[in-house]
């Protein structure tokens, strides 16, 4: 398990390539075996990882559940509305209680940038990043990268067009560290109040206008409006946004052929993306979530090895 060191995933930002590299080859190896027929391997057997998610998660928390299962741990599912963090507990309170129970792991999200980071100080377990304000989405953009591998077989030189809120997103910024990373080109477009020129800084283009991003690009990643990020009325008018921005059978034709389409989810269909494009043959949407299992498996077992060899 060369290349990962670290009994935490916090973010992409600063992490080597071999790092990545090290979660890409061993979510390739455990691709198999996050298939739901699979039997499940013992690698993780006594062990205990928790959820811990102050923000709504269908796809991370489904996919890191099934994924610890599949490697043998144990799953607790902290149930936000039912705990003491309702009583004014703090998170880092909630979390060391958790883990004096015998946890091993901790899987965060928080509407607040930096709660990993947090915890990961005052915690004694692993601490894996699922979402944290408008900071980091780690393991999207890890799984990402591995569908990207998947379909061209190489992300260097990739050309990445990532559409919407860019500001308010914390997959824009993952995607943006780890794309960079690995070796790809990265334009961030949408309205100016979505997409400040401030990205330029990071090492991303950043375009304000979709119709002549379309031709140039490999991949075109959609991202839904924050709602929850911004103030009430920050958004002028959806359906302007859609006609500007969304991606359109029509916008969809003009991409290159082999071009595809990607998008985290929840999708906003009629907004960011059409439904003819969803399901259309360029979407990956679905082949990103189930990826997401094998790329769970992989950073579980990366940290919690790297936690035991301490
Ligand atoms: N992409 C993503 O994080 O989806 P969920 O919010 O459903 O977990």
């Keep these: 398990m060369s290349g990962w060191s670290s009994p935490h995933l916090l973010g992409m930002r600063g992490l080597a390539r071999e790092a990545i590299e090290a979660v890409l080859e061993l979510a390739a190896r455990r691709r198999p075996h996050a298939e739901a027929q699979a039997p499940p391997l013992g690698l993780l057997a006594g062990r205990t990882v928790a959820n811990l998610f102050f923000e709504p998660s269908t796809r991370t928390r489904t996919s890191f559940t099934l994924a610890a299962r599949r490697l043998g741990a144990e799953v607790i599912d902290y149930a936000v509305a039912a705990g003491s963090t309702v009583k004014g507990e703090s998170t880092v309170d909630t979390a060391r209680n958790i883990v004096a129970m015998g946890v091993d792991a901790l899987v965060v999200r928080s509407a607040h940038a930096g709660t990993p980071v947090l915890l990961a100080r005052h915690v004694d377990a692993a601490i894996l990043n699922a979402g944290d304000g408008a900071h980091e989405h780690p393991t999207q953009a890890l799984l990402d990268l591995f569908t990207l591998r998947e379909i061209f077989g190489e992300v260097r030189g990739l050309q990445v067009l990532i559409v919407g809120d860019i500001g308010a997103s914390r997959v824009a910024r993952s995607n943006l560290w780890a794309l960079r990373t690995m070796g790809a080109e990265v334009t961030l477009c949408g309205p100016p109040t ?34 929850e990020r911004h103030r009430a009325g920050a958004i002028p008018s959806v359906r302007e946004y859609a006609r500007l921005f969304g991606m359109t059978a029509e916008r969809a034709a003009r991409l290159r052929p082999g071009a595809i389409i990607m998008h985290p989810g929840p999708i906003h269909r009629g907004v960011e993306l059409m439904p003819e494009v969803a399901d259309g043959e360029r979407s990956v949407v679905l082949r990103q979530a189930r990826n997401g299992v094998a790329i769970r498996m992989a950073v579980l077992e990366l940290c919690l090895e790297a936690r035991r060899r301490g």
Excluded at 205 to 225: G, K, S, T
Aim: avoid cysteine.
């Design 194 to 227: 979505l997409v400040p020129r401030a990205f330029e800084a990071l090492g991303a283009r950043v375009a304000h206008r979709l119709e002549p991003e379309l031709e140039r690009a490999d991949a075109v990643m959609l991202l839904r409006i924050q709602h």
